[in-house]
Structures are given as structure tokens and as C-alpha cells.
């Protein structure tokens, strides 16, 4: 399973799911172009209600790439994905 987004220069940008019973459910990989970047581990997750927009949104903290990564993941479909820095 995935979901996409396409950015005003042509790449494609997708999150691929594993998808277990309640379909969804943890994120495998990122695609940006024609590259994919495998999800290592999934170190948290959490469900969250946004107090201003009453929103609600999964976060994951994940290792990819050697890298730990903060992945949202809101009803809609949309998603967004940031690099904390380390302290």
C-alpha cells in the first residue's frame, strides 16, 4: 500500500505500508523518484489529536538509512516526513 504525491518538478514521492488487517498499518519505505529508502525500524509510534485543528495523525520515529526520521501520517492520506537532528 501507498500513497503519493506528485511535486511541481515531476518527482514522485510515495510512502509504502505494510498492510496487515486494519490495512495501513507501519510504514516500509519512502520513494522519492526512482529511489526507495527501506525503513529500518520503527523505534515508536503514536496516536495524536491535534488540540487546534482536531486533526488526528500517526507518528512514527523510525531509522532509515542509518538516519532516525519523524514520519506523520494524517487520515487524509497525507504525510510528511523530517529529520530531527541529533542532540
Known amino acids: 500500500m501507498c500513497r503519493s504525491k506528485d511535486k511541481e ?8 505500508f505494510y498492510s496487515g488487517y486494519k490495512g495501513k498499518e507501519i510504514p516500509r519505505a519512502v520513494v522519492i523518484g526512482s529511489r526507495e ?5 520503527v523505534v515508536s509510534q503514536k496516536r495524536v489529536l491535534d488540540q487546534k485543528t482536531g486533526k488526528r495523525f500517526e507518528v512514527f ?27
Open 61 to 87: 520515529d523510525c531509522r532509515m538509512e542509518g538516519q532516525r526520521v519523524k514520519i506523520k501520517h494524517f487520515e487524509s492520506g497525507e504525510w510528511e516526513i523530517s529529520f530531527p537532528e541529533e542532540t
Open 9 to 16: 518538478d515531476g518527482a514522485k514521492f510515495e510512502l509504502r
Open 37 to 41: 529508502f527501506v525503513i529500518e525500524e
